[in-house]
């Protein structure tokens, strides 16, 4: 069988700490869009061809991640033509092989499920995201190779643990190793590069970032949930513009003083029809969008040549509004993979400060935290600042 892949220099250097029987553990970290899960999954597909009778067992932090990522990444990308040879069980999430090796991919959110499996190979795909004690479960039934792969927004509680090992390999990355990347993309990561060094440092350079002015804490101020609830109080969508920036949409439904949203859209280059088919598309009811009242001639085009149920919002200034959701239970859907990256990383600045010295959020990774906090200012504003109804100009 044929192999035709177009390989990074990460894959090559993958290779050669691969053959290399006195390592065992393989780190790969790098920035944004490096290739380095790309040259992983190659790796593996011709490791699965090549050995039979073996399994390959890929853990991610949650199924919708694999299912948006690395199953159609496997699929589209990597075995291409070579697809046709291979059986898909897409309700168990696993690939067999002519010779009956299988890839299995697997979800860290219950570790019960897991923990006993076993491997011939183990890949931890944004193994910052994956308990140390399910990681340590899977490592000790795995017989050959353990592969991981993160971006380095800080040191995770067993890391230091994972560097001493004498059989580990750290290769570090970014988008400069990967000479098949789109110029658009490139320009985007400069562009947010020029705007927070803590973005060049984890994104684009591929360091060890510092995350200690996170604003939103996970599992304190905001919590992964399944799904949104189906009896609720009141329901709207809010969007942010955009078209360099991505165009976030999120859904909200509210219950009592409780928030809980959904990733809907998250796409750069949206011009006004081709956004108000994306809107229609999502939301065939015609639910209100609430927008922000800066882009007026935006909003009217939504409305009266879209037919959009879009109304405006007069903004709170930012450090009112992230105040306004610090104060709020909210609950975002698994299936928000964008959003959830973009709260695990919102943080603020070490020099921006606003005219009365207090501090203020970088703008980066911010496409679908805006929506989020206009979904909660919408029906949460603050009294004191509150004209007419809630959240309306």
Known sequence: MKFDLKVTPIFRRLQNYTNDTNIRYIGLRGGSSSGKSIAILQWLVLYCFENPNKTVNIITESMVKAKRGLIPDTQRIVLKELYQHIQFNKSESYFTFPNKTIMRFISAEDPMKVVGLRSDILYADEVDGVDGEVMNQLAIRTREKILMSWNPRAKWDWYEEMEQKKDYIEDVSNYLDNPFLEQSIIDDLLYKASKSLLFKQIYVDGDWGSLDGLI?????????????????????????????????????????????????????????PVLAKEIWSINPHNIPIICDSEDQQQIATLKRIHGINAKPMKKLDVTASIDNALSRNIFITRDSTNLIKEMRNYHYSKKKVDKKNRPQPEKVLDDLVDPLRYAIDWNFRPKSKRKGKAGMI
């Open 216 to 272: 939103f804490e996970e599992d304190r101020n905001w919590f992964i949930i399944d799904q949104l609830p189906e009896i609720f109080d009141k329901e709207y969508f809010t969007l942010d513009f955009g078209f360099r920036h991505m165009t976030g949409i999120v859904k909200a439904r509210i219950i009592k003083n409780d928030i809980y949203i959904q990733e809907f859209l998250y796409k750069n280059d949206m011009v006004t």
